[in-house]
């Protein structure tokens, strides 16, 4: 009997230490989704929609403060984002198959593919990916599976142009 892994996006994945900050959502944000700092940056996250001027602030956490039907916060929904740990997320339906210890970028989507998937791409979509310097996948699977990655925040973060790359 397989996990529903449709239910463990943004739930923490491993019992080792994570460490986590809170705020507000600032529109709709996706359990597992990456979120930047908002308008106001000290209290609310948004979440990321492939523009290079959003601060990475890490993996919205799934917590009973978000509507826990549809796996999202709403609006100033209270809400935590992972900054450090290993947490389920789901891959982007751009994303190539990942393998443990790929390197992980963030689609423009909110999710996560391979980050060597964003040398070299060449296609219609507009905006950034973000590679992530302290992320690696920590279970394999394909697009649109939920995996684990792990996580630590703050990092160097690389935005890769998806027109020119």
Request: glycine residues 12%; without cysteine.
């Amino acid at each position: 009997m397989g996990i529903k892994k449709e239910l463990t996006k943004g739930k923490v994945a491993d019992g080792r230490a994570f460490e986590s900050i809170s705020g507000a959502a600032e529109g709709e944000i996706g359990f597992g989704q990456f979120a930047v700092r908002g308008t106001d940056p000290e209290n609310q996250f948004e979440a990321f929609d492939g523009s290079e001027d959003g601060v990475i602030a890490g993996i919205a956490m799934f917590t009973n403060s978000g509507d826990i039907d549809d796996l999202v916060f709403n609006d100033k929904d209270a809400m935590r984002v992972l900054r450090k740990g290993v947490v389920w997320v789901p891959l982007s339906e751009e994303s190539d198959n990942v393998e443990v210890g790929d390197r992980v970028a963030v689609y423009t989507d909110g999710y996560v593919i391979k980050a060597s998937q964003v040398e070299g791409t060449d296609d219609d979509d507009s905006g950034h990916a973000m590679v992530i310097e302290n992320a690696e996948f920590a279970s394999g699977g394909e697009a649109e599976d939920v995996v684990k990655v792990e996580i630590n925040l703050p990092s160097k973060v690389v935005a890769e142009d998806l027109d020119s790359a």
